[in-house]
């Protein structure tokens, strides 16, 4: 019975052969297109697995039970081995889900307490809202970097053509804490007034200028939906000053 069952284990063994060359040959990626899939060695590391599996159930049961039919045992274990790969597949699925979900929820508290690092108080237009050269704005920024920032006027709401931007990109280096004033020039790009203004601040935490992921992007506009949609933070955009502060 033991001589049996070893010939059926090492035939069972060898039929990875043709499985491994299956494998290749039908669950290849065809490369035809940027959606192809690859399932290349699916086919074959699910068939050593179970291949493991029923080897082991059947050789226990062999010596536990010597008086065993080997055609049965090799059928319940066969199909034991199937129940559990396929219990083992999923809850192995949904402990990485769990995990992944562990790991969205912890970044989302996370990029919760960064809100605020960027905090724009007050703005005014440079002379006057008709007829700009420069946009000023007063900030407040809770951790240290490099800060830049971009601003856009649109004709009509935020689906309106652009009218004006800054012109150019100034950075500089803040402080935690630090309050300070940022000066926008500004490049003309049709005549008329802005209705909707937008800006755009970045602050680089790192010390070598690359991104990190406490890095800060964050917009102003007039109308906010979400706050955070994961790579940007969005603020409610106060209305200009009428008078320019001393």
Not at 126 to 134: G, V
Not at 210 to 234: A, H, L, M, R
Request: charged share 20%.
């Amino acid at each position: 019975m033991l001589r049996v069952h070893i010939i059926i284990c090492c035939v069972l063994l060898m039929l990875c052969i043709p499985v491994y060359l299956l494998d290749n040959y039908w669950l290849k990626s065809s490369g035809r297109d940027w959606i192809s899939l690859n399932f290349k060695n699916v086919l074959i590391w699910t068939y050593v697995a179970f291949i493991g599996l029923h080897i082991l159930l059947s050789t226990l049961v062999i010596f536990s039970f010597h008086h065993s039919k080997l055609f049965t045992v090799h059928l319940y274990s066969a199909i034991l081995s199937l129940v559990l790969l396929s219990v083992g597949f999923f809850a192995f699925e949904k402990i990485k889900s769990n995990d992944s979900s562990g790991k969205d929820l912890a970044k989302m508290e996370h990029r919760k307490s960064l809100y605020n690092n960027i905090r724009l108080t007050r703005w005014w237009f440079l002379p006057d809202a008709r007829n700009p050269n420069e946009i000023h704005v007063d900030l407040e920024v809770a951790a240290s970097g490099r800060f830049s920032g971009q601003v856009i006027g649109k004709e009509d709401g935020e689906t309106g053509r652009n009218i004006l931007s800054s012109d150019g990109e100034i950075q500089r280096t803040v402080h935690s804490g630090e309050t300070f004033h940022y000066v926008f020039p500004l490049k003309i790009l049709y005549p008329g007034q802005a209705k909707h203004t937008e800006f755009t601040f970045y602050l680089f935490t790192s010390p070598t200028g690359q991104s990190g992921e406490d890095d800060i992007y964050k917009i102003y506009k007039d109308s906010v939906v979400n706050t955070d949609d994961g790579s940007y933070f969005y603020g409610k955009l106060l209305p200009p000053l009428d008078e320019i502060p001393k």
